[in-house]
């Protein structure tokens, strides 16, 4: 184990301390002592920084299964020390931000804080695990934490429900990634990344890169609230805030934007990786940005706002990986949308993560997040309006804040997307851009929403609870002010970013691209003269503004009432339908009827049999080795089947036993015929005592009831019981047929040879019995034993009632 | 008015002497299993029917007081002999239920066979007198 093994599994082990600590240190918020944690971890992941710039990496390896090739490979490039860097820097926000969230006296904070724990290491763990089948470990360790982090208040329905939406979305993309991790492993035999990476020509020839591609992409989608598995993302809003701010929206969403770049290499360059991720990320940005503009909850228009960024940043890794298409580095046109992807990523944590902080505020002063019942908190709250104001102009992509220049690389890359000359761009690729630009219109929409329906306009006190607003405590500015500078920072000097974090992102996210010793080289600035993505920002404010103005007249419409996402009800109806759906079959085969049950029995036997000797031709008939049948064979035979055959048509009980009887007596003479005294003795005898048996229980049974069964169900009974006598004849005799072909040889030779040398015995069939296979004699009679206190405790132990059955 | 109890004196005279031949041929397959048709299976069910006859031609108190077995626990009994018998070879460094046969000279008999398959038989047939009268009788007694 070293440094970083210990750092990777910190928080899980400070996971196993908290409840100790919330209930011995009662007079501390327990979020103090977790505080310190993510800090530290961000201190520490901050040293690898140098190490990264220089293209360099960090491999730390522990065995953990190595005869499955599973080890605990730690690997540090520049992608995964982002993401680490994100996650335990907002980690630390988000901590300290709950500290004046929650309650101490109200809320079950050990819970909570393990839980958060538990997601912080699992998200470590999946940015920088190399063995896919660890990062498989933790991204499934995230959705479990995050379904407990949503249900946090268990007693409100729609917690469980969001949490158990939330919980079968994920674990079905993360099922489907498994699969797409085993095949990648069929095809290249590691789980390692880096060398999958390293025989990507092994995965691109394989048939089974398309299976694995879509796989894969399941799982990323699911996580990254994509189109249309996004409507997860909305319903896990009844999370507490700072959870909200952690998971939904910069770290646990990013789990499939980190899937899909870390695999660009292995999958990057084909036409179906571009158009499957830049199509469904679109998708995602332009139905998240209108259903933004519909919620009246400022919750719910953050949740879809984060799906629609999501797509943003995922339909710039679908035309980013086009660069391997290319294999071309220097070219700007085939890098950009990395390099904005990576850039937006880094802004969108920043900006909506003191969103969500300010929207916690304002439901923790006011009582509501409702947008109808807002309005008019520029005065009361001009901290979080400042912060709120800032986070939102940079969501909507204005100058100066990052949002802008992320935007503008947005829109550069789409629009370079139509140049690109391949995968038949130049008859669709126009959509690309044409639809991001309207979903950035929607976008300047709901942040115009967002914020002049909550701080401008009147002032409404009678509908809110709480009669006294104020402003938050500091502690709970302390949080989205750090966040809101760092929008304004990172707006004003981007490159600052540049060398640090997104050239060796952009270099893990393409490596082999460049030549070695070359490195990305970016260079982010503010103007670069009247281009067309000036140009198709100011149509965007434009537009954006004339839609706010006019939205007394379109508010109106139902679309914009309608809150609900349409695939909400195709999730509950199929959700409910599959219940359904399983109770009805349920139903129609488990009747509780014994009949029904032995129909089926006897059914799938006939058509097992029957199916497995038509599909091997193995029915025959051979006559050559028959025994003659003498004449008083006939008439036993004769006999039997008439006493057979007669009693399902007795309706009485008493004669139908003397029948049963007649055919068992006949069967002893069958035996005598056959010349096998012992079995003879042996029938006669158990005939005649399972007859008075069945006399003395008959004293018991009711009388045979008249039962009234549809005409339709004796017919089924009928073409089975004949079926299932046919198959059983006809396997008798084509293993008698087929089985005199075969040279065996029987045993029953030796039997007759030894059974008085070896065993002192005449009557073979007895020294068999107990000689040769005394063992089976012996159990025999230990099954009858049972059978006989099986008898005793049912009679003897009788219960009251039906309870007995 | 007392009520008549039928009389079953044809019956239950000539079963003294019935049972008697039946004990006797149930005894004789039982040791005539080796050699000839029987051993300790139907050896069993005969004493069993036995016993049944003697149940059906007397009431249930007399029978019990004439044979004072509990035939639950002559299934134990039984499914020792048969256990012990197999366990005894393996004392000797044999494998279970491993059989030995030899020929003794007795003063009356003359030359007879013995054999370990005897004792085991012996389980068998206690076995199955057990269990075929104590699930028969456990039916019979049941008054509901």
């Known amino acids: 184990m070293t440094a970083l093994h210990w750092a990777t599994i910190s928080p899980f082990l400070l996971a196993i301390l908290i409840p100790f600590m919330y209930k011995y240190v009662r007079r501390i918020h327990t979020g103090w002592f977790v505080l310190i944690l993510p800090l530290v971890l961000f201190i520490y992941f901050l040293s690898f920084l140098p190490v990264t710039a220089n293209g360099d990496v960090v491999l730390r390896s522990v065995p953990w299964v190595p005869s499955l090739g599973i080890s605990f490979d730690l690997y540090i490039d520049g992608l995964s020390l982002l993401f680490a860097l994100l996650i335990s820097g907002i980690g630390t926000l988000v901590v300290l931000y709950s500290i004046y969230y929650l309650s101490k006296h109200k809320e079950k904070l050990n819970n909570f804080y393990v839980y958060l724990l538990l997601f912080m290491g699992a998200m470590l763990g999946v940015v920088l695990s190399d063995n896919l089948i660890v990062l498989y470990v933790f991204w499934e360790i995230t959705s479990i934490s995050s379904a407990l982090l949503i249900s946090y208040w268990f007693h409100r329905e729609k917690s469980t429900y969001g949490a158990?939406?939330?919980?079968?979305?994920?674990?079905?993309?993360?099922?489907?990634?498994?699969?797409?991790?085993?095949?990648?492993?069929?095809?290249?035999?590691?789980?390692?990344?880096?060398?999958?990476?390293?025989?990507?020509?092994?995965?691109?020839?394989?048939?089974?890169?398309?299976?694995?591609?879509?796989?894969?992409?399941?799982?990323?989608?699911?996580?990254?609230?994509?189109?249309?598995?996004?409507?997860?993302?909305?319903?896990?809003?009844?999370?507490?805030?700072?959870?909200?701010?952690?998971?939904?929206?910069?770290?646990?969403?990013?789990?499939?934007?980190?899937?899909?770049?870390?695999?660009?290499?292995?999958?990057?360059?084909?036409?179906?990786?571009?158009?499957?991720?830049?199509?469904?990320?679109?998708?995602?940005?332009?139905?998240?940005?209108?259903?933004?503009?519909?919620?009246?909850?400022?919750?719910?228009?953050?949740?879809?706002?984060?799906?629609?960024?999501?797509?943003?940043?995922?339909?710039?890794?679908?035309?980013?990986?086009?660069?391997?298409?290319?294999?071309?580095?220097?070219?700007?046109?085939?890098?950009?949308?990395?390099?904005?992807?990576?850039?937006?990523?880094?802004?969108?944590?920043?900006?909506?993560?003191?969103?969500?902080?300010?929207?916690?505020?304002?439901?923790?002063?006011?009582?509501?997040?409702?947008?109808?019942?807002?309005?008019?908190?520029?005065?009361?709250?001009?901290?979080?309006?400042?912060?709120?104001?800032?986070?939102?102009?940079?969501?909507?992509?204005?100058?100066?804040?990052?949002?802008?220049?992320?935007?503008?690389?947005?829109?550069?890359?789409?629009?370079?997307?139509?140049?690109?000359?391949?995968?038949?761009?130049?008859?669709?690729?126009?959509?690309?851009?044409?639809?991001?630009?309207?979903?950035?219109?929607?976008?300047?929409?709901?942040?115009?929403?967002?914020?002049?329906?909550?701080?401008?306009?009147?002032?409404?006190?009678?509908?809110?609870?709480?009669?006294?607003?104020?402003?938050?405590?500091?502690?709970?500015?302390?949080?989205?002010?750090?966040?809101?500078?760092?929008?304004?920072?990172?707006?004003?000097?981007?490159?600052?970013?540049?060398?640090?974090?997104?050239?060796?992102?952009?270099?893990?996210?393409?490596?082999?691209?460049?030549?070695?010793?070359?490195?990305?080289?970016?260079?982010?600035?503010?103007?670069?003269?009247?281009?067309?993505?000036?140009?198709?920002?100011?149509?965007?404010?434009?537009?954006?503004?004339?839609?706010?103005?006019?939205?007394?007249?379109?508010?109106?419409?139902?679309?914009?009432?309608?809150?609900?996402?349409?695939?909400?009800?195709?999730?509950?109806?199929?959700?409910?339908?599959?219940?359904?759906?399983?109770?009805?079959?349920?139903?129609?085969?488990?009747?509780?009827?014994?009949?029904?049950?032995?129909?089926?029995?006897?059914?799938?036997?006939?058509?097992?049999?029957?199916?497995?000797?038509?599909?091997?031709?193995?029915?025959?008939?051979?006559?050559?080795?028959?025994?003659?049948?003498?004449?008083?064979?006939?008439?036993?035979?004769?006999?039997?089947?008439?006493?057979?055959?007669?009693?399902?048509?007795?309706?009485?009980?008493?004669?139908?036993?003397?029948?049963?009887?007649?055919?068992?007596?006949?069967?002893?003479?069958?035996?005598?015929?056959?010349?096998?005294?012992?079995?003879?003795?042996?029938?006669?005898?158990?005939?005649?005592?399972?007859?008075?048996?069945f006399m003395l229980v008959f004293y018991h049974l009711p009388e045979l009831r008249k039962e009234k069964i549809k005409p339709s169900f004796k017919l089924i009974n009928l073409i089975v019981s004949i079926a299932v006598g046919v198959m059983i004849t006809l396997v008798s005799l084509s293993a008698f047929a087929l089985g005199s072909e075969t040279d065996f040889t029987s045993i029953a030779a030796y039997f007759i040879e030894n059974s008085k040398v070896l065993a002192g015995g005449y009557n073979i069939v007895n020294v068999i019995l107990v000689d040769f296979r005394g063992l089976d004699t012996m159990l025999e009679i230990l099954v009858l034993g049972i059978a006989a206190i099986g008898v005793v405790s049912m009679i003897k132990l009788r219960l009251k009632g039906s309870e007995d059955v | 008015m007392k009520q008549m109890r039928p009389n079953d004196m044809m019956l239950q005279v000539s079963m003294r002497l019935i049972t008697l031949i039946i004990f006797a041929f149930s005894f004789y397959l039982f040791l005539a299993g080796h050699n000839n048709p029987g051993g300790g299976f139907i050896g069993g069910l005969m004493t069993a029917s036995a016993i049944l006859v003697l149940y059906l031609a007397f009431d249930m108190k007399t029978i019990k007081k004439a044979i004072p077995f509990n035939f639950t626990t002559m299934i134990g009994v039984g499914l020792l002999f048969a256990v012990f018998t197999g366990v005894a070879s393996m004392l000797f460094g044999f494998p279970f239920l491993k059989h030995f046969f030899d020929y003794f000279q007795f003063p009356i008999f003359g030359e007879v066979e013995l054999t370990t398959a005897l004792p085991f038989d012996l389980g068998v047939y206690l076995v199955v007198v057990g269990a075929a009268l104590t699930i028969i009788l456990a039916i019979a007694e049941d008054d509901k």
């Open chain 1, 164 to 693: 158990q939406k939330s919980m079968y979305i994920t674990v079905f993309g993360g099922l489907s990634m498994l699969g797409g991790f085993s095949l990648l492993y069929v095809m290249t035999g590691t789980f390692s990344v880096r060398e999958i990476i390293a025989n990507v020509d092994l995965v691109a020839t394989s048939s089974l890169f398309l299976p694995a591609m879509i796989l894969i992409l399941l799982g990323a989608f699911t996580k990254s609230a994509q189109f249309p598995f996004h409507i997860w993302l909305p319903d896990a809003m009844e999370a507490p805030t700072p959870v909200s701010a952690y998971l939904h929206s910069a770290t646990m969403v990013k789990a499939g934007i980190y899937l899909v770049a870390r695999m660009t290499p292995i999958f990057g360059g084909a036409a179906e990786w571009f158009w499957i991720i830049s199509l469904v990320g679109l998708t995602t940005l332009i139905w998240g940005s209108i259903s933004a503009v519909r919620q009246k909850d400022l919750k719910s228009i953050l949740a879809f706002s984060t799906v629609s960024q999501l797509g943003m940043i995922m339909s710039l890794l679908g035309v980013g990986s086009v660069a391997y298409y290319f294999n071309d580095g220097d070219n700007a046109l085939y890098t950009t949308a990395i390099l904005a992807a990576v850039f937006h990523l880094i802004n969108h944590a920043t900006f909506k993560g003191s969103l969500f902080m300010t929207a916690g505020i304002i439901d923790h002063e006011t009582g509501t997040r409702d947008i109808r019942k807002l309005g008019g908190l520029m005065t009361l709250m001009p901290i979080t309006a400042t912060v709120s104001l800032i986070g939102l102009a940079a969501m909507a992509g204005l100058p100066p804040f990052n949002g802008f220049l992320s935007k503008e690389l947005f829109f550069t890359a789409m629009v370079n997307v139509t140049e690109y000359g391949i995968f038949s761009v130049e008859t669709w690729g126009i959509v690309l851009p044409v639809l991001a630009w309207i979903a950035s219109i929607f976008t300047f929409l709901y942040c115009a929403i967002l914020f002049f329906k909550t701080f401008t306009g009147k002032f409404q006190p009678e509908k809110l609870a709480v009669k006294h607003v104020h402003e938050a405590p500091i502690g709970m500015l302390i949080s989205p002010i750090i966040l809101g500078s760092l929008v304004v920072i990172f707006g004003l000097f981007p490159n600052i970013l540049a060398y640090t974090l997104i050239e060796p992102a952009m270099a893990a996210i393409l490596p082999g691209i460049l030549e070695p010793g070359e490195q990305f080289y970016v260079n982010i600035y503010h103007w670069h003269g009247f281009k067309l993505e000036l140009w198709m920002t100011i149509g965007v404010i434009a537009i954006g503004t004339i839609f706010f103005l006019t939205m007394k007249k379109w508010s109106k419409s139902a679309f914009y009432r309608s809150e609900q996402d349409i695939f909400n009800h195709v999730y509950d109806s199929g959700y409910n339908g599959l219940i359904k759906g399983s109770q009805v079959l349920t139903r129609a085969q488990m009747t509780g009827m014994l009949r029904d049950y032995f129909l089926y029995m006897c059914t799938f036997i006939v058509l097992l049999i029957g199916y497995t000797m038509f599909r091997y031709d193995a029915f025959a008939i051979n006559t050559d080795n028959l025994s003659p049948i003498d004449p008083y064979m006939w008439i036993v035979a004769i006999l039997l089947v008439i006493s057979v055959v007669a009693v399902p048509f007795i309706n009485n009980r008493i004669t139908a036993i003397i029948v049963a009887g007649v055919a068992g007596f006949l069967v002893a003479l069958m035996f005598t015929i056959f010349r096998a005294p012992d079995l003879a003795l042996t029938q006669l005898l158990v005939e005649t005592v399972s007859v008075i048996l």
